[in-house]
């Protein structure tokens, strides 16, 4: 499902270069579009490789497991974000710029 999101997302972006625009406020929206489609497909790229990589730590039966600091992830948080690779205080610490992404840094 995330994969044919992501494919669709790809086919609108290509359609929406492939549209001729008239005027300025024709090319003021197709440009709103265009990076809208591209917000969209980079933000579904990152969940998809999230949900690549929670599904190989359960195969390696780390699943639930912080990345960054190896304390087990709340339950109520991978309840909300089963892809998470982070506990709550590290994510926190990520966000405010305290350590780094692992995840992102790769």
Known sequence: ????????TVKQGRQAVAAD??????QAVMS????LIYTQGTQGHTQLSLV??????????NYG??????????????EALPWTPYCIDCQEKIEN???QDIIRAA
């Open 1 to 8: 499902m995330l994969e044919h999101s992501m494919l669709s």
């Open 21 to 26: 625009t008239q005027d300025v406020a024709d």
């Open 32 to 35: 709103y579009q265009k990076e």
């Open 52 to 61: 690549r990589l929670a599904l190989e730590r359960i195969r390696e039966g």
């Open 65 to 78: 497991e912080c990345l960054q600091c190896g304390n087990p992830i709340g339950v109520k948080r991978l």
């Open 97 to 99: 710029g305290e350590i």
